[in-house]
């Protein structure tokens, strides 16, 4: 943007749950910009975002600086911190058909939706260890988490996931972004990673046991796992907009003894399952 005007400055956010307990979930959702979440010892949620807006203007600038805020919506045991704004950005819980959760709207209602200005938030966000957390942005960054022992759940579009010295299950998807995975103890739950145009990397603690699926349209499966076991095909029951979907199942694996499911799918990647 030649001739922009550009404003940086950084927002803080200190949280707790009101109370503690083994539901605790942070919910943190970014639009523009890269996701760090950290765990650690301490029972805070320490939340940093460096928020940088650019605009060819100053009063759009003014503008963007007092429409772009941090958002935040406190339930009994969940946290959510979202970036809000301009009508691309309402931010809500939607509950419909064959979907339920917290999430962006996109539908605009015939207004314009195209702020003059452009923004970037890059948070940077330290958790206990113990919580579980959902993590997500779209574009201009990718999503690092660390050091968590509770589940994790990351989304991405136009980024990577990486997600690393993890204790709980997990589940990642991204489009355009390579998704890698590092565990410190074996998930005991179902896990799904998923990638369009990206290979999956899932690094295991050595002595795995678990089910395994695996679907890829131009893509191969490679792994160092010494017990690996063919199951038969079955059916699996999905939900989609258009109502129940019933597949086939053919790929599917028991390593050692089996147990939970790792489910990896990819369009366009590889699948690398390797103990370490």
């Known amino acids: ?63 963007g600086k007092k429409e772009m805020q941090l958002g935040q919506i406190d339930r009994f045991d969940t946290l959510i911190v979202y970036v809000s704004g301009n009508c691309n950005t309402t931010f809500g819980y939607r509950n419909k058909k064959h979907y339920s959760g917290w999430s ?5 209602r015939g ?75 074996n998930p005991g739950k179902d896990c799904k990673y998923y990638s369009l145009n990206g290979d999956i990397n899932a690094l295991f603690v050595k002595g795995l046991a678990a089910n395994m699926s695996f679907k890829s349209f131009n893509g191969a499966l490679y792994t160092n796992v010494p017990k690996l076991e063919g199951l038969p095909a079955s059916i699996v029951k999905e939900d989609s907009r258009e109502g129940l979907k019933l597949r086939i199942a053919s790929n599917q694996f028991k390593i050692g003894n089996g147990g939970a499911l790792q489910d990896f799918e990819t369009f366009n990647g590889d699948v690398i399952v390797k103990e370490k």
């Open 111 to 185: 207004g314009d939706c195209n702020p003059p200005y452009d923004y970037v938030f890059n948070f940077t966000i330290k958790v206990p260890a113990g919580i579980n957390v959902e993590v997500s942005t779209v574009n201009n960054g990718d999503v690092t988490v660390t050091n968590m022992k509770g589940a994790v759940k990351a989304n991405n579009i136009n980024g990577a996931i990486r997600l690393t010295s993890l204790e709980g299950p997990a589940s990642a998807s991204t489009i355009n972004g390579d998704v890698d995975i590092e565990y410190l103890r």
């Open 1 to 63: 943007m030649a001739g922009a005007q550009t404003f940086t400055d950084k927002i803080t956010k200190e949280l707790a749950f009101e109370k503690v307990g083994p539901n605790n979930t942070l919910i943190i959702a970014n639009i523009n910009g890269s996701m760090k979440v950290q765990g650690y010892d301490g029972d805070k949620i320490l939340i940093e975002a460096e928020r940088t807006i650019k605009a060819k203007t100053e009063a759009r600038l003014e503008q």
């Open 104 to 108: 962006y709207n996109s539908d605009c």
